[in-house]
């Protein structure tokens, strides 16, 4: 019988997205505390969100590079030591340019974590399994943000916002310890892999060369339109990270615990359109082939779009709450075939190639708050 330890890595991919956006959330939930506490407006809060994503989207192909040189093992170990104690240090911020320079470290800091993950799977997983794959760490992504809310409010009410940025961070380090502790770089290296899971993993591989970065793909035109897609994916997304609970507060007009869950039940929306789309990517490319499964966002982005704008329009604060949630789980049906098309593209280059998609989805995911901040000003 093959042993499944692709599927213990599965495990522990899903426990780190959930973790990233867990910490990656939990400063949207407090925002409402910090702004009051260190005396910020919606403009300076707009920049303490989007610091992060700007520093996470400069350092990501970086980051996806050196895993693809070094290994993803040693690599995501730094990342998520890293991130977890600048998500402690947020705790420690004492004003507006304090605030900003832990989130901004907090970025350089969580770059490259699902480039890392990207390129173990491409080691790790067959072709016919990596939507699939994508498919459960995204979902974890939703599920932490969906987490994140009500969790926050929580231990706010026990410890206090600061209080609860020391207990995020440390399941970031829980993490790093097992993982260090059990992952290999190369399958055929681990004890818990058989050789008849090795000869599942490597069906249809094709000889690898020595990892280098692939200028010639990053300029492709390709990879262009896959990254322009994810831009517009993450413009959209950072608003549910960032400014969705003040929005449901202050425009929608639920009560804090309120805005807590109904933000929660949006982002776990999306952790189901992300597990269905990439069960429906591996379809469509098992029966259609690559070029039409890894399309799945041509179908879903458009009437994504049309959702958002009808909820905008929707007095109803209940009926606007569920537009919003049915947006994310159309929009994020292309999540997993966005990451999948990077193993397509760049083969054992996945993490530079993913990082370079992943940092246009976060300049989209940097603009996005700031352009609500200036919005609620004007």
Sequence with gaps: EPTRGRFVLLRFALALSVIT???????????????ADLGLSAVQMGWVFSAFTFAYAAF????????????????LARIVLWWSGFTMATGAAWNFASLVVARLLFGVGEAGAFPNISRAFARWFPAP???????????????????????????MAQIGWRGAFVVCGLFGVAWCVAWLKWFRDDPATHPGVNAEELAIIREGEVARPEARLPFKALLSTNLLAICLMYFCMAYTLYFNLTWLPTYLRESRGFSVSQAGWIAGFILLSGALGSFLGGRLTDHLVRTRGLKVGRRVGAV??????????????TENPVLASALLALTLAVADLNVSACWSMCHDVGGDSAGTVSGAMNTFGNIGGAISPLVVGYAVQW
């Design 300 to 313: 879903t982005l458009p009437i994504a779009g049309v959702i958002l704008v009808t909820a905008a329009y």
């Design 129 to 155: 399994e990596k939507g699939h794959a994508h498919g459960i760490v995204f979902m974890g992504t939703r599920l932490g943000g969906a987490l994140a809310p009500p969790l926050i409010v929580m231990l």
């Design 21 to 35: 956006y867990l910490d990656r959330v939990a400063i949207s939930s407090a925002a409402t505390a910090i702004r």
């Design 60 to 75: 990501e192909i970086p980051s996806g590079w050196w895993g693809d040189v070094v290994g993803p093992r040693r690599v």
